[in-house]
């Protein structure tokens, strides 16, 4: 695995998620009270991005059919969705935050 730069801690508002991604995979960066995680930005019910969705806490509804995620795990909660949605390792230095995905 390698870690990836992929964002500034300035890019992403507190209690919001962008996209970013690493090779082909598309990536949900979030900003949780200035902890960063990411999950796959793809939703395992149908196809949606997640970083489009609602952030609540520590959740991320998906905007299609508001499937729930929980964001630190990838655990799916609620709605019509049943698989979880893969999560990736993040760490911040300094300003740069950066993210480590499986080799393709």
């Excluded at 520590?58 to 795990?73: G, M, S």
């Excluded at 990736?88 to 300003?95: A, I, T």
């Amino acid at each position: 695995m390698t870690w990836h730069k992929v964002a500034s801690s300035h890019d992403v508002e507190d209690g919001k998620a962008i996209e970013v991604k690493v090779g082909d995979t598309p990536i949900a960066l979030y900003n949780l009270d200035g902890e960063f995680f990411a999950t796959h930005n793809i939703c395992t019910h149908a196809y949606a991005c997640l970083h489009e969705g609602y952030v609540d806490g520590e959740t991320i509804e998906c905007p299609l059919h508001q499937a729930v995620f929980d964001i630190r795990t990838g655990e799916a909660l609620e709605g019509p969705v049943e698989v979880p949605v893969a999560t990736y390792d993040v760490k911040r230095e300094g300003d740069d935050i950066f993210i480590e995905v499986p080799e393709e």
